[in-house]
């Protein structure tokens, strides 16, 4: 239980734990998120096109 106290600074240390990691994998995530959104913008611009 002394390893999760951090000695004593368990209050500053594992909330910037917590942001670091949202922040690394908010990081990791919007990037493909953002790619399939554009190839999805892609395929109706193409279909636009076609229909023309």
């Known amino acids: ?3 999760l106290e951090m000695g004593g600074y368990a209050t500053y240390v594992w ?3 917590i ?3 949202a922040l690394v994998i908010g990081i990791s995530v919007t990037p493909s998120l953002r790619h399939k959104r554009v190839i999805e913008e892609l395929r109706n611009e ?3 096109a076609e229909e023309d």
């Open 46 to 48: 193409r279909e636009l």
């Open 1 to 3: 239980m002394e390893w």
């Open 19 to 21: 942001v670091a990691l």
């Open 15 to 17: 909330p910037v734990f």
